[in-house]
């Protein structure tokens, strides 16, 4: 009786909600599980830029505007941080920024944009580790503007619970 689902995309603003279920969602979420995310290690960089990064930042921007949040949960993967044989409870560095990342991506071609993928990945070994990397980056950077509560959970696989 607590859950109440809403139709949304993570690539659109406000999660492409309709103005009744994005005020009714604002007004009355507690808890956020962005858990929304293009797994395909092949696709080139727009698209998982797309997915995970603006995707990131368009849940963010709605998490924002919630009056009650209490936690927005980010769900991240083990292997973001590939160049640290121990991964530490902690958001590491890179030097590519979230939204400069997401500004490219808007007026970059995809062609262009996978022409220059090997140079722009350089440690990672997919898109989609790299643009996961940047989510993460993206919501300790927001939490730390003291713009709400999360945390980023980091699981190695995460399958459904019921098929």
Known sequence: KKICPVWG???EANLGMVDDDLRHTIANTNIVFHLAASLKLENTLKP???INLTGTKNVVDVAKQMKNLDLLMHI????CNIEHDVVEEKVYDFPHRP???IRAAEWLSEKTL???Q????GIHPNTY??????AEILIRDEYN???????????SIVTPSFW
């Open 145 to 155: 503007n003291n713009n709400f509560p999360a945390c980023i959970v980091r699981p």
């Open 48 to 50: 998982n830029i797309l």
């Open 129 to 134: 580790t790299y643009t996961k990397r940047l």
């Open 9 to 11: 995309e993570v690539t």
């Open 76 to 79: 991240s993967t083990a292997f």
């Open 118 to 121: 090997k140079d722009i990945l």
């Open 99 to 101: 939204f400069e990342v």
């Open 114 to 116: 996978a022409a220059a």
